[in-house]
């Protein structure tokens, strides 16, 4: 449970910081909605942050090779290949820097509302 709770502390997206490289695979509507699904190839290297940010819709992160990850509080995590994670809607993730001498990738799948940003930096 703990290591769930800490995956979720995890999460992110990728466009909530300009350091972040998201590379957009692929986007399509969501049929009989007004939401789109955007499946996405996310990069962060060592020294690299991402800011706590939220979603206009659900967020599916899938690492494909972890990294450790440096909390506000200095306290160091490890987020581990093979990691899964769903973000709701509208709540506050990430807030973080990627430690080490790894390089964090993730795949991304983004179901959000039409029109509205990606991210959207947290209060």
């Known amino acids: 449970m703990f290591r769930l709770a800490l995956a979720l502390f995890f999460a992110l997206a ?3 910081n300009a350091q972040t490289a998201r ?3 692929k986007k399509a509507d969501l049929t009989g909605t007004n939401m789109e699904i ?5 990069e962060l290297k060592p020294g690299d942050t991402l800011a706590r940010h939220t979603h206009h819709g659900e967020e ?3 690492v494909l090779e972890g990294a450790t990850l440096q909390l506000p509080d200095g306290k160091e995590r490890p987020f581990p290949t093979g990691a899964a994670v769903i973000n709701a809607r509208d709540v506050p993730h990430a807030g973080f820097k ?4 790894k390089v964090l990738r993730m795949l991304t799948v983004h179901i959000v509302d039409k029109g509205k940003p990606l991210s959207e930096p947290a209060q």
């Open 14 to 16: 990728a466009t909530a």
């Open 23 to 25: 590379t957009e695979l």
């Open 38 to 42: 955007i499946v996405s190839f996310v």
């Open 60 to 62: 599916a992160v899938y």
């Open 98 to 101: 990627v430690a080490g001498d």
